[in-house]
């Protein structure tokens, strides 16, 4: 079966780094996105990534590891604006975005 | 430019209704799809459209139908409305349903039947 497992909840302080894991298992695979979606809004696009190793885009950055079926988002430099949950997506062999429930992130001052 | 809007904003329906939700994107994207978000759940897929005048079955499309008749509008049915399709409905589109493709947005609706 496909699966995404990601952390429920995680809680950070404003300034700080946090780190988001994901695991996934698709039938196939053709990338690993990760979304922001900010309470009663839309999921927005983050980061996407197909081969091994670390993307980095300002303050956030995405890393994968096909091998190991794992998938991290780093925040740095924590702000409150940064308060969302991160979605994680894993695209499967149809080309088909098989999502994990998310990570609400909370940020305390 | 909006990109992508979705009438109504909310809706709450009796069981049993047919309701349409609409689905409009202005960026000539070839693919479009249909996600419902529950609570502690995942976006679930419930139909796409990989090109105007193709639609296709997702994870969860029992009670929803869709057509494509043209490349901005991507309309979802639900035929007789039942309590357990309470959610938040997410219309997206991307460039085209190949790899890499970010899928964009629309706002979503809430719905609820009761």
Same mark, same amino acid.
């Not at chain 1, 839309?42 to 998938?71: C, H, I, Q, W």
């Not at chain 2, 929803?64 to 409305?81: G, I």
């Given at each position: 079966?496909?699966?995404?497992?990601?952390?429920?909840?995680?809680?950070?302080?404003?300034?700080?780094? =946090?780190?988001?894991?994901?695991?996934?298992?698709?039938?196939?695979?053709?990338?690993?996105?990760?979304?922001?979606?900010?309470?009663?809004?839309?999921?927005?696009?983050?980061?996407?990534? =197909?081969?091994?190793?670390?993307?980095?885009?300002?303050r956030?950055?995405?890393?994968?590891?096909?091998?190991?079926?794992?998938?991290?988002?780093?925040?740095?430099?924590?702000?409150m604006?940064?308060?969302?949950?991160?979605?994680?997506?894993?695209?499967?062999?149809?080309?088909?975005?098989?999502?994990?429930?998310?990570?609400?992130?909370?940020?305390?001052? | 430019?909006?990109?992508?809007?979705?009438?109504?904003?909310?809706?709450?329906?009796?069981a049993?209704?047919?309701?349409?939700?609409?689905?409009?994107?202005?960026m000539?994207?070839?693919?479009?799809?249909?996600?419902?978000q529950?609570?502690?759940? /995942?976006?679930?897929?419930?139909?796409?459209?990989?090109?105007?005048?193709?639609?296709?079955?997702?994870?969860?499309?029992? /009670?929803?139908?869709?057509?494509?008749?043209?490349?901005?509008?991507?309309?979802?049915?639900?035929?007789?409305?039942?309590?357990?399709?309470?959610?938040?409905?997410?219309?997206a589109?991307?460039?085209?349903? /190949?790899?890499?493709?970010?899928?964009?947005?629309?706002?979503?609706t809430?719905?609820?039947?009761?």
């Amino acid at each position: 079966g496909q699966n995404i497992d990601q952390p429920t909840e995680m809680t950070a302080t404003e300034g700080a780094i =946090v780190q988001i894991n994901c695991t996934y298992q698709t039938s196939g695979f053709n990338g690993l996105f990760w979304y922001q979606q900010h309470a009663g809004e839309a999921p927005t696009f983050l980061s996407y990534n =197909v081969l091994d190793g670390l993307e980095e885009k300002g303050r956030f950055s995405s890393f994968l590891s096909r091998s190991k079926g794992y998938s991290y988002l780093l925040l740095k430099e924590l702000q409150m604006k940064d308060s969302a949950s991160y979605l994680c997506a894993g695209m499967d062999s149809n080309y088909q975005l098989i999502w994990g429930a998310g990570t609400k992130l909370i940020i305390k001052p | 430019i909006a990109g992508i809007t979705q009438a109504p904003t909310s809706q709450i329906l009796a069981a049993g209704r047919r309701m349409t939700l609409r689905c409009t994107q202005d960026m000539r994207h070839n693919a479009m799809y249909w996600y419902r978000q529950d609570l502690g759940l /995942g976006l679930r897929l419930i139909h796409y459209s990989n090109t105007a005048g193709t639609t296709g079955k997702g994870e969860v499309p029992d /009670g929803y139908s869709v057509s494509r008749a043209n490349t901005d509008d991507f309309p979802l049915t639900l035929a007789s409305a039942v309590p357990s399709q309470t959610s938040v409905y997410f219309c997206a589109s991307s460039d085209s349903a /190949g790899e890499g493709n970010e899928q964009f947005f629309g706002p979503g609706t809430r719905l609820t039947v009761l």
